[in-house]
């Protein structure tokens, strides 16, 4: 009998980085793979690649550079490669010249012909495919894993934004927008497996179907997806503010289990500097969109994403960014220091601004998030909330773990029949990050 082969998948970046590993390893699990997280004994090493900020490459560069001694061990250990950062125009060259010992590299949109790479690869010859444009419809019949409580399901691919710093629309391509058949279509899928709540993922979900005919909107979707029975949450990410509509604030109002969350990335809270990123919104425009979300759905909470350090940003800006803080009212923000992508306009921009600067505005904003994450954890002591219960917490195995409507993590006690369903739970604790419940008869 043939041994068993084991494949460890690393993947890094956004979840529809994590949603394309999850694709590659359902492919070598096809190809008689087990799944694990031992390194020591794997066959094949996937390593799922992100680039939109230079420090995430940096990390992955290091990593693949370790796993040489690995294959100096066990030379019939494959090594692949896959993802954002082997999609970037002119990469491929670079890192085969930096890794030799890789021997299966692929971009974004030939993900469907991985176990053909994988057999290629069989007589120890090295192999590389990178894609310059995607393949339509090999693309909308992808794998999911199964059984999953949670899982991800993409609805469109590609951005069509084009913001000045954001490498995403070089390696991911033009939007394209799943049909909302597949997508409704995979969703019971998973539900029959025993999925409970989905992701509905998208660089700019706000913008699904542009192009159907007849219109056909992300709200028409969300009302469809909120019909499935025996799916207990939808969550989607993300929402471009200059897309965000009053019929999807409405959808989400009518609908029963469409979460109250929003990922709204503001990016800068100054005018000048939205405009030189190409956001096409101002500030008084996306605050305008906050106001009505809490007007009608005043239990909604927002997260979003900021950059510090574009090139141009003066005090002046930060200080409008640091005043939005205050005013968006966010559970969480994700903070990042600019970072330069080749191939970008604001690569080449002037007055690109200093690392100490940077750090030093990054700091400031990180401290006064936390602060507001800290105010607003502050004002659920007591209350009550309903939580989907994920499984034993990370940190505390002896507890339960969960998530509000509003995406916030509560760590509780409770017993194990209850993982998978919705309990209500009433806060006793809180911090900056952390909350815990009680299980509320
Ligand atoms: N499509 C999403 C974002 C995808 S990238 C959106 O438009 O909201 C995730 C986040 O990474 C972005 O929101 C941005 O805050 C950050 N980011 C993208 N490019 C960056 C760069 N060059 N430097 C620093 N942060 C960047
Ligand atoms: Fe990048 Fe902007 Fe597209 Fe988001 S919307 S992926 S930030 S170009």
Known sequence: MSKEKNVVTLTYGCQMSERDAETLTEITRQEGYNRTD????????????????????????????????????????????????????????RLQ?????????????????????????????????????PHETKESTPLAEKGKLQANVNIMYGCDNFCSYCIVPHVRGRERSRKPEDIIQEIKNLVASGCKEVTL?????????????????FADLLQEVDQIPELLRVRFITSHPKDLSDKLIQTIAKGSKLCEHFHLPLQSGSNSILACMNRQYTREYYLSIVEKIRELLPQATLTTDIIVGFPGETEEDFEQTLLMIGLGHYSQAFTF????????????????????????????????????????????LGKCYEVLVEGPSKTNPDRLTGRTRGNILVVFDGPQ?????????????????????ELVE
């Open 38 to 93: 031992d390194l020591e004994h794997a066959d094949l090493i996937i390593v799922n690649t992100c680039c939109v900020r230079e420090s995430a490459e940096n990390k992955i560069l290091g990593k693949i550079g370790d796993l040489k001694k690995l294959k100096e061990k066990n030379p019939n250990l494959k090594i692949a490669i896959s993802g954002c950062m082997v999609q970037q125009p002119g990469a491929l060259e």
């Open 417 to 437: 029949e209850i993982i998978g369903s919705l309990v209500s739970l009433r806060i006793l604790e809180a911090g900056s990050w952390t909350l815990v419940g």
């Open 337 to 380: 220091m600019y970072s330069k992508r080749s191939g970008t306009p604001a690569a080449s921009m002037e007055e690109q601004i200093p690392l100490p600067v940077k750090k030093q505005r990054l700091q400031k904003l990180m401290s006064l998030q936390n602060e507001e994450s800290y105010q607003l954890r502050q004002r659920m």
């Open 201 to 217: 993922l998208g660089q700019n979900v706000n913008s699904y179907g542009k192009d159907f005919d007849p219109p056909y909107d």
């Open 97 to 133: 010249k930096r890794a030799p010992h890789v021997d299966i590299w692929m971009g974004t949109h030939n993900l469907h012909e991985f176990s053909e790479l994988l057999h290629r690869s069989d007589t120890g010859a090295k192999v590389a495919e990178v894609w310059q444009e």
